[in-house]
């Protein structure tokens, strides 16, 4: 009996395992090549038309890094940045009330995350804090070309400071109204309105040329106002990121290589600037075309979108590159080294795109892949593309088979 029950085991596991076997496994295939895994062919898509297209509506409501500052250069003309936000208490369930104390400074601080073009360097930055006409509303969205007008007589600081690539915050005294504007009393719902709000910029006339981006994540971006009560001294924190907040860009490309226009022909090369300035498309139709009509049921199992940066693009360049297809973002981001990140050893960006692709030869034309440097409202760093009448121009290089 106990022989026959180890027989009908035995019997069992073989048949469980000749079922196994019958079906694929994807059992350490990320230990093996494209080639091992699907025994694919190659193929190399050459983009038909390229261009730069001006970035006109870019959403800067809420971002936790922000820029600000002025910078200029050959290739992308003048770019401004000035910051817009409301002052808030730091809890929605906290009560302030300054009627019986009495304010003796106020300092806002700016938690420094980067300087640009060059982090290690000393600017000298003129900084200028305005206090608003109006109050940020609750109701708006607010884009890059979005303001608000500010109260001419409500500076609260207007003078040059050094900052230097290994500091850490920038403290500004403020000044004028100040007191007055944070004496004022109320719940957190009322406070936003009543106090309006501040405008943070570089005045660009005295300044260096330079970017500051600020990370308004951290506690050290505050407003820390010092107060006697008595014979007690304190101090209270309030919050100029965890309001209504927003960005706002101004570009000059007089004189520049980029000339403003709405759309630019990327034959030589693509333009791809942040804060608000020009995307790339790429375009594969003529190719998507070809490749669909003699291979209509061809699968795509590897995709990359591989773009070259031209040779005069800046030394400083953005981290990534991120896609849409006009409408929403690609997300075909998977692998580490083909998301969109730069490639230093080969000067180009690779985005993994075998959805998008696969896709695309299911419709049988392509509108444009668009090209925006990851972050875009809150970074300076630029780059330049090369165009698609060059010799290493915009390419997708695919395995497939049918």
């Known amino acids: 009996m106990r022989h026959a029950l180890h027989t009908?085991?035995?019997?069992?596991?073989?048949?469980?395992?000749?079922?196994?076997?019958?079906?694929e496994s994807d059992l350490g295939a990320t230990l093996m090549g494209g080639d091992a895994i699907y025994n694919g062919k190659s193929y190399t898509m050459y983009a038909d038309t390229a261009y730069s297209l001006r970035d006109d509506s870019l959403l800067t409501t809420g971002n936790t890094k922000i820029v600000i500052g002025n910078y200029t250069d050959a290739t992308f003309g003048t770019v401004s940045s000035q910051y817009f936000t409301q002052i808030t208490l730091p809890s929605t369930n906290q009560n302030i009330n300054f009627g019986e104390v009495t304010i003796d400074s106020v300092v806002l601080s700016l938690a420094i995350d980067s300087l640009f073009p060059d982090t290690s360097l000393t600017y000298n930055m003129h900084f200028e804090v305005m206090h608003l006409a109006e109050p940020l509303s609750a109701d708006s969205t607010y884009y890059s070309f979005c303001s608000i007008p500010v109260d001419a007589a409500g500076v609260l600081y207007n003078e040059a400071k050094q900052v230097k690539g290994g500091d850490r915050v920038v403290n500004l005294a403020l000044g004028g109204s100040i007191n007055s504007i944070l004496s004022l009393t109320a719940n957190n719902d009322e406070f936003a309105e009543l106090t309006k709000g501040l405008r943070i910029s570089i005045v660009a006339a005295s300044s260096d040329d330079g970017m500051l981006t600020v990370d308004l994540s951290?506690?050290?971006?505050?407003?820390?106002?010092?107060?006697?009560?008595?014979?007690?001294?304190?101090?209270?924190?309030f919050s100029i990121s965890n309001g209504i907040h927003f960005s706002h860009f101004e570009h000059n490309y007089s004189g520049a290589v980029v000339n403003g226009q709405k759309s630019v022909a990327g034959g030589s090369r693509l333009y791809v600037e942040p804060l608000a300035g020009y995307n790339a498309v790429v375009v594969f139709d003529r190719t998507i075309r070809a490749f669909r009509a003699e291979h209509p049921v061809a699968v795509v199992h590897r995709a990359e979108l591989v773009l070259p940066v031209a040779t005069e693009a800046p030394a400083k360049v953005p981290?990534?590159?991120?896609?849409?297809?006009?409408?929403?973002?690609?997300?075909?981001?998977?692998?580490?080294?083909?998301?969109?990140?730069?490639?230093?050893?080969?000067?180009?960006?690779?985005?993994?795109?075998?959805?998008?692709?696969?896709?695309?030869?299911?419709?049988?034309?392509?509108?444009?892949?668009?090209?925006?440097?990851?972050?875009?409202?809150?970074?300076?760093?630029?780059?330049?593309?090369?165009?698609?009448?060059?010799?290493?121009?915009?390419?997708?290089?695919?395995?497939?088979?049918?």
């Open 218 to 237: 951290q506690t050290a971006t505050r407003i820390r106002a010092h107060y006697r009560y008595g014979d007690d001294t304190a101090y209270y924190d």
């Open 8 to 23: 009908a085991a035995l019997l069992l596991a073989l048949c469980t395992l000749a079922a196994c076997t019958d079906e």
């Open 319 to 402: 981290r990534r590159l991120i896609a849409t297809n006009g409408k929403r973002y690609i997300t075909d981001y998977i692998s580490a080294g083909v998301d969109g990140y730069y490639n230093s050893a080969n000067k180009c960006y690779r985005l993994r795109i075998p959805l998008h692709l696969q896709e695309l030869l299911r419709s049988g034309f392509d509108n444009g892949t668009y090209l925006m440097i990851d972050s875009r409202s809150s970074v300076a760093t630029r780059t330049i593309l090369n165009g698609y009448n060059e010799t290493d121009k915009p390419r997708i290089e695919l395995e497939y088979t049918e």
